[in-house]
């Protein structure tokens, strides 16, 4: 059979039937007869790949003209979805996909394990921080598995935070591999005894040198395979170790211990937001309501304040000094200064009284009445919960530990840290600050200061000579680089370790001075 195409002509017109040709079939025989076949073949006019052909190109072009406008319009209509655009300075500039760099974990050390460590912190969350640099020193030293410290849930802060809630727990085991093998959890075996109550539990002694864990806890691990101990706060010496343990302590506080990223992040925002408005000092203030019960200071309290502090020291129990002289206490400089003392020491010090201060503290004991000379002296006071909103502290909320990291990160950006007291986070803040460069931190010393305050407010010293003097006192109270103070069998008294690791720390004099 041939086809031959036949048009339908009409009035010198083409005749379509609905847009569409008509081909009509003619069978051709033998003897050269055409003869027409009675069926009729329709095809559309546009063949289907032309029309897919079409479509294709229609596609891409508003493909690109969509990215187009998304380069133009994304970073405003997608504020904070940062992986939907790129976000140019320049538009002629093509965007490159910024890949973060790969983090490089040290190889594994492979030693003969004799056994697995737990430990439970005990105390805030500067004092645990320290005891974790020891507990990763002492698990390395004896060659040991240490397990994911347990944190403190039952002290005054009652803060259920988990190790995995203020610090990247990732990062501290890969990045100690090296030197020491961490677990999250005993291996299942061990934690059905470790569940049955059969392992070995207790506190080992304080400021104990590294030769005590080793002819007193490392027989104990190979005999019981697992050993915990129970507390953890200052339970190795200051000085008298290794310089491999010193080192290693100062690796894992300033490397290892990272806050985790929502903290950081919080951190960082909080820092902006200072920067943004000028410089800023820290002040730790630590006139809180556990502290004062604890040191028995009440200096400056009404009659029910004093009442409410002594029923609080006497409803914990391991707080074992009950009967407290305060003023005796305050004389010998052993009180953390009050807000209106510190006020007149800031000023007396020629601080800046327009210079922000951020309060890197809990709720002040006495409040606002307390704190109203400060803010007279120095009206730009403000505190996390001033700059930031509601919902950026909710998930902190009812966790000291977490908002207490927060102040920590804050404490080491700024400008000048003042602590007016020698806890846990002043010491460990200023030994951050020494190994950040001797960044400025204004140790107050209270022991002198008390008895000049008393002269300048009971008005046998003027003003001035009061300055001249406070300033005296504090010249070379600057976290300027120095050793650390040894004195024999009085740890207590000596410099803390982690206030001044002068081993991990360059030891040139950089001059610092208050202006």
Known sequence: MMLLRLTKVSDGKSDHCDSEEMEMGFNVLSDGEVVKSKRFIVKPRIKVWMARAITTVIIWTTVVQLIAIGEFWGPRLLKGMPYCFSHLEEPSIVAKVIVPAKVVFPPKRIYKNNGYLMVSCNGGLNQMRAAICDMVAIARHLNVTLIVP????????????EFQDIFDVDNFIASLRDEVRILKQLPPRLKRRVELGMSYSLPPISWSDISYYEKQILPLIRKHKVVHLNRTDARLANNGL?????????????NALRFTSQIEQLGRKIVRILRERGPFLVLHLRYEMDMLAFSGCTHGCDDSEVEELTRMRYAY?????????????????????????TALILKALDIDQNIQIYIAAGEIFGGERRMARLRATYPNLVRKETLLEPSDLMYFQNHSSQ???LDYLVSLESDIFVPTYDGNMAKVVEGHRRFLGFKRTLLLDRKHMVPL?????????SWDDFSIKVKKVHAKRMGNPKRRVIIPNKPK????????????????YVPLTMT
């Open 403 to 405: 908002m207490a990291a």
């Open 453 to 461: 305050i008393d002269l300048y407010t009971n008005k046998s010293l």
């Open 317 to 341: 129990p391991w707080w074992k000094e009950k009967v407290i002289n305060s003023e005796l206490k305050r004389n010998d400089g052993l009180c953390p200064l009050t807000p209106e003392e």
């Open 242 to 254: 290794p310089i491999e343990i010193q080192k290693l302590r100062c690796r894992v506080n300033f």
């Open 150 to 161: 347990e944190l403190d849930k039952s002290s005054f802060w009652a803060d259920p935070s």
């Open 493 to 508: 008294e000596e410099d803390y370790f982690y206030s001044n690791p002068h081993e991990c720390l360059p030891l040139q």
